[in-house]
C-alpha cells in the first residue's frame, strides 16, 4: 500500500522557515514524481513545488520562486520542501502526492495518483 505521511507543519512568524517533510512508503523512489500543493480556506488547491525522483529535476510556484526549496533524499524515501522568508499568505494545509510512476503526459501540478492527508502551515504577521 503506498502511503505519504507530511509532517513539519506549525506555527511561525512572517520571515520565518520552516521545512516539511514527507515519507512514503510501499514504493522505492526511481522514476516517480512528488508534489507539494497547499490550500487555504476559500481558496483552491495549487500547486507549490515538484520534484523528480529520477532526474531531480524542480517546479516551483511562481508565488514561492526563491523563498521555497524541494530537494528529494532517495535513501530515505522523503521528499523536503524547505520554506524560507515565509509570509502570511502562505499559511495553508500543505500536501504532498505522488506520481507513480512519473507522468510525462500532463503539467508538474497534474496527474497525481496518491496523495497525503496534509499539514497544516501558520503564519502569523
Known amino acids: 500500500e503506498i502511503k505519504l505521511v507530511e509532517s513539519g507543519g506549525g506555527l511561525v512568524q512572517a520571515g520565518g522557515s520552516l521545512r516539511l517533510s514527507c515519507a512514503a512508503s510501499?514504493?522505492?523512489?526511481?522514476?516517480?514524481?512528488i508534489g507539494w500543493f497547499r490550500q487555504a480556506p476559500g481558496k483552491e488547491r495549487e500547486g507549490v513545488a515538484f520534484i523528480s525522483t529520477n532526474d531531480d529535476s524542480t517546479y516551483y510556484a511562481d508565488s514561492v520562486k526563491g523563498r521555497f526549496t524541494i530537494s528529494s533524499d532517495n535513501a530515505k524515501n522523503t521528499v523536503y520542501l524547505q520554506m524560507n522568508s515565509l509570509k502570511p499568505e502562505d499559511t495553508a494545509v500543505y500536501y504532498c502526492a505522488a506520481q507513480v510512476p512519473e507522468n510525462y503526459e500532463t503539467k508538474w501540478y497534474e496527474g497525481y495518483n496518491y496523495w497525503g492527508q496534509g499539514t497544516q502551515v501558520t503564519v502569523s504577521s
Open positions: 510501499g514504493f522505492t523512489f526511481y522514476d516517480d514524481a
